[in-house]
């Protein structure tokens, strides 16, 4: 267990280690932070003063190493644009997202798992088809396209919630309903494939040969190996509470940490943007590790099989 275990941790550090080095080289390739801030009509010798005291005018491994023995020693930069710590920037907004993304994920699970499963177990009928009409509708409709439906009906239309802000709980539900319905559709048709596919097994028909009521071999074998490819999404579910709501929080005007990731990008906000994907990198990180641990507890042959396959 101990090395299954410390196989995965050196993959995360390695994993980590490859996100930030490729943030830090793409963010510097794609233009000069001096010219977005400062404007192109800005005197050259204001241009040049902001790139030596930001350290833009040394050599890229130069930057690169100031970086990463800067986030050994805990500082994750500052914002060009206010001067402010970019992790505190970035804290800021942390309740914000989880404000909407932990309710929609509470809505993926109890709707999309259940309604995966009671498809599978009614497989072809009138309720499986009406299931899987619906969630493939989910999983096409593009999160934007949801979310401007939705303000149209129930905003503009209805008057009934707010088209956007952070004012309320009300101002909440739209967007958490505009993610939680296109992960629902998600992990439905994943569960009710990952059921599929179980319910075919020989062990199930050895256990109902056995007399092992069908409710019974359900719960005790099929809901259990369903469970290990279910998982693998939840994981990614959980990794994304903090990436995953950039389209929802532009459209509903919600100040998390997606809406200050695209006005990082658009600023060339260096320190800000590379804080950020620093945070989801590592969130999804630990979810896909927690997500590894998971399967050595569903089903140990994996935790064994990958052990001495190293």
């Not at 932070?33 to 003063?49: H, K, Q, V």
């Not at 979810?287 to 089903?299: E, K, P, R, S, T």
């Amino acid at each position: 267990m101990l090395r299954f275990l410390g196989i995965r941790l050196l993959r995360a550090l390695l994993t980590l280690l490859l996100v930030v080095s490729f943030a830090f080289i793409v963010l510097r390739l794609s233009g000069d932070p001096a010219l977005l801030i400062m404007s192109a009509d800005a005197p050259p010798e204001a241009i040049a003063a902001f790139r030596r005291a930001w350290g833009l005018d040394d050599p890229l491994w130069v930057q690169y190493l100031r970086y990463f023995g800067a986030i050994l020693h805990g500082d994750l930069g500052q914002s060009m644009r206010d001067g402010r710590s970019a992790i505190e920037l970035v804290a800021e907004r942390v309740p914000a997202t989880l404000a909407l993304t932990i309710p929609a994920l509470l809505i993926k699970l109890c709707l999309g798992i259940p309604a995966g499963v009671y498809a599978a177990l009614h497989r072809n009928s009138w309720i499986d088809r009406g299931v899987m009409f619906l969630a493939v509708a989910g999983f096409t409709v593009p999160s934007f396209v949801l979310g401007l439906v939705l303000v149209l009906v129930f905003a503009v239309q209805l008057g009934w919630l707010p088209s956007g802000g952070q004012d309320s709980w009300r101002h909440a539900i739209l967007p958490v309903i505009t993610l939680g319905m296109g992960g629902a559709a998600v992990l439905a048709r994943f569960t009710r494939s990952a059921m599929l596919e179980v319910l075919g097994q020989p062990y199930m028909r050895t256990a109902l040969a056995k007399g092992v009521p069908w409710h019974a071999a359900v719960r005790r074998h099929a809901l259990p190996n369903a469970a290990i490819p279910t998982v693998t999404i939840v994981g990614f579910m959980v990794g994304s509470l903090l990436a995953g709501a950039v389209v929802v929080e532009s459209v509903f005007s919600w100040p998390g940490v997606g809406r200050l990731l695209v006005v990082a990008v658009a600023n060339r906000d260096l320190a800000v943007v590379q804080c950020i994907l620093l945070l989801v990198a590592a969130t999804m990180v630990a979810a896909n590790l927690v997500v590894d641990l998971l399967y050595g507890v569903l089903d140990p042959r994996l935790r064994v099989g990958a052990a001495s396959a190293h």
